[in-house]
Structures are given as C-alpha cells and as structure tokens.
C-alpha cells in the first residue's frame, strides 16, 4: 500500500480519478449509463436514448423559462469538450445571452448567406435568352392568341439576343438597351417600341425570379427618354401619293363606268376639291 501511494504514477491515476468524479461523469459512468438523462454538472447532461444512442444536452434557465439546448453526439463531442463549451455556455448567460437565440439567429444568417450566394450564382448562369424563354414559356398560356408566343421570339431574336442573348440577365444595362434601340428606333419606330416594352417585361420578371436586382434598364418614362426621343415625335407619317393632275380626267371616266357607293363618293370628293 505504501509503495503505491508512494508511486508517483499512482498518485496522480487517483489525483486525476477524484477530480475526473468531482467535475463530472467518470469515463466508467459515461460508458456504462442506462437509459435516462444523467447530470455532469453545471448544466451539462448525459442523454441516454433507447439502443444506447448518447449524447449532451445543456439545461438552463433565462428570464425564468427553462431551456434545454442539444450539444452534439458522445461520438464527436469528447466529454472535455463538452464540459468547456458548457462553461462557454454558462457564462453567456451570465451576460444575458440566450445561447438557444443567438444559434437560431446564426442559423438564419446562414441560411440568408447560402441563399444569397446560390441567387448570386444563378443570377451569373441565367442569360438573357434564358430568362426571355422562361418569361415566355410562362406567359404562353395566358396569351389568347398562339402565335403571340412566336411573335416575341422572332423579335427578341432579331433585335435583342445579338447584344444581350448570352450575357447574364443580371449584366444588362441601359447601354445595351440603346445599342439594341438606337438603330431602329426611328426607321421602325412600332418594332422598336414592341422590342423596349419586351424587354421590359423579361427584366421585370427577372427581379422578381432573384436573378438581378436594380432598376429595369428598359424603362422609357425616366430612363431611356434622356437618350430617345418620344416615338410621337420620330414616326414616320407616310401619305398616300397624290395623282398626276392631267391623269384625272380619265381616272373620273373610268369611276363612271363603276357601281358602288365608293365609287360614287370618291368621284363627289373629286368634284369638290379645292
């Protein structure tokens, strides 16, 4: 008996046993818990599920409510550990922390921070001609007219995928609108204004479906005006050709050999012309 207690090693194996029991759970009593919920200590409890299934749960009271927080398998997390982060624990409540909040909230911020990062990624893969065929495809069923569907594509292709088909939507910016619009926009003035309105609406849908964010580029009315004129102003009026004087008299002898009540109006229109 002397010998042992007089063995340093010795000594230290019963030092390390007392405070290893005076701390906690022993190894022995981790290894051999029955089914149950088994204190260690300053809040830190062993959890023993039906088929030996161990782990740590960490029991407190804020503001009068008691909570009970899971910490991790007995397989990951070492009874060392567990005790440590316990006593980390113990004293953000000390401060007034809620430790089940402020793990809901991390979580949260994770969640937003993968959410942002995917809506990023997908905003750099959607292309332009991606989103207008998705608007498309979506839209078709709604429009009464089959060939409406068409129609838009033809135009985006045309006009708009040559300058913005293959970037991302959420790079389109209002000087890829003018190099689309400029060129057309007072030789085909209708087309040009179909093709801003398309536009439009395929950027429009694009926000809402989180692949770009921002004002919508397309938008006349405070945007684009400051660059093109009002299509009022740049259309082309094309009159019908007036005829030859010294050709009416036989244009009026050939509507007199005609029936109809056009015919009879036009000849009253010619005989009252100024």
Same mark, same amino acid.
């Given at each position: 008996?002397?010998? *042992? $207690?007089?063995?340093? /090693?010795?000594?230290?194996?019963?030092?390390?046993?007392?405070v290893?029991?005076?701390?906690?759970?022993?190894?022995?009593e981790?290894k051999?818990?029955?089914?149950?919920?088994h204190?260690?200590?300053?809040?830190?409890?062993?959890?023993?599920k039906?088929?030996?299934?161990?782990?740590?749960?960490?029991?407190y009271q804020?503001n009068?409510?008691?909570?009970?927080?899971?910490?991790?398998?007995l !397989?990951?997390?070492e009874?060392?550990?567990?005790?440590?982060?316990?006593?980390?624990l113990?004293?953000?409540?000390?401060s007034?922390?809620d430790?089940l %909040?402020? =793990?809901?909230a991390?979580?949260?911020?994770?969640?937003? *921070?993968r959410?942002?990062?995917?809506?990023?990624?997908k905003?750099?893969?959607?292309?332009?001609?991606?989103?207008?065929?998705?608007?498309i495809?979506s839209?078709?069923?709604?429009?009464?007219?089959?060939?409406?569907? #068409?129609?838009?594509? !033809?135009t985006l292709?045309t006009?708009a995928?040559?300058?913005?088909?293959?970037?991302p939507?959420? %790079?389109?910016?209002a000087?890829h609108? $003018?190099?689309?619009l400029?060129p057309?926009?007072?030789?085909?003035?209708e087309?040009?204004?179909?093709?801003?309105?398309?536009?439009?609406?395929?950027l429009?849908a694009?926000k809402?479906m989180?692949?770009r964010?921002g004002? !919508?580029?397309? $938008?006349?009315?405070?945007?684009?005006?400051?660059?093109?004129?009002?299509?009022? /102003?740049? =259309?082309?009026?094309r009159?019908?050709?007036a005829?030859?004087?010294?050709d009416?008299?036989a244009?009026?002898r050939?509507?007199?050999?005609?029936?109809?009540?056009?015919?009879?109006?036009? #000849?009253f229109?010619?005989? !009252?012309?100024p």
């Open positions: 008996m002397a010998a *042992f $207690v007089n063995s340093p /090693k010795a000594t230290m194996n019963v030092v390390e046993q007392m290893e029991h005076i701390m906690g759970l022993t190894a022995l981790i051999n818990a029955k089914l149950g919920v204190s260690d200590g300053n809040g830190l409890y062993l959890s023993v039906s088929g030996g299934t161990k782990s740590w749960v960490f029991r804020l009068g409510k008691r909570r009970e927080m899971g910490l991790g398998s !397989n990951v997390l009874p060392v550990n567990a005790r440590a982060e316990a006593a980390q113990k004293a953000k409540i000390a007034g922390i430790p %909040d402020e =793990r809901r991390a979580k949260e911020a994770l969640h937003a *921070f959410k942002q990062t995917l809506l990023a990624s905003r750099t893969e959607t292309t332009f001609r991606k989103a207008a065929e998705h608007f495809e839209r078709a069923p709604s429009w009464k007219n089959a060939k409406h569907a #068409q129609q838009w594509a !033809n292709a006009y995928y040559p300058v913005i088909g293959e970037i939507v959420s %790079d389109v910016a000087e609108l $003018v190099d689309i400029r057309i926009w007072s030789t085909k003035s087309t040009a204004s179909r093709v801003r309105m398309r536009i439009e609406a395929v429009n694009a809402l989180g692949w964010v004002d !919508n580029p397309a $938008v006349y009315k405070g945007g684009l005006e400051a660059v093109l004129p009002s299509i009022s /102003k740049v =259309r082309l009026v009159h019908h050709p005829m030859p004087f010294e009416t008299p244009f009026f050939d509507l007199e050999k005609r029936d109809g009540m056009g015919c009879s109006a036009l #000849q229109c010619i005989l !009252n012309s």
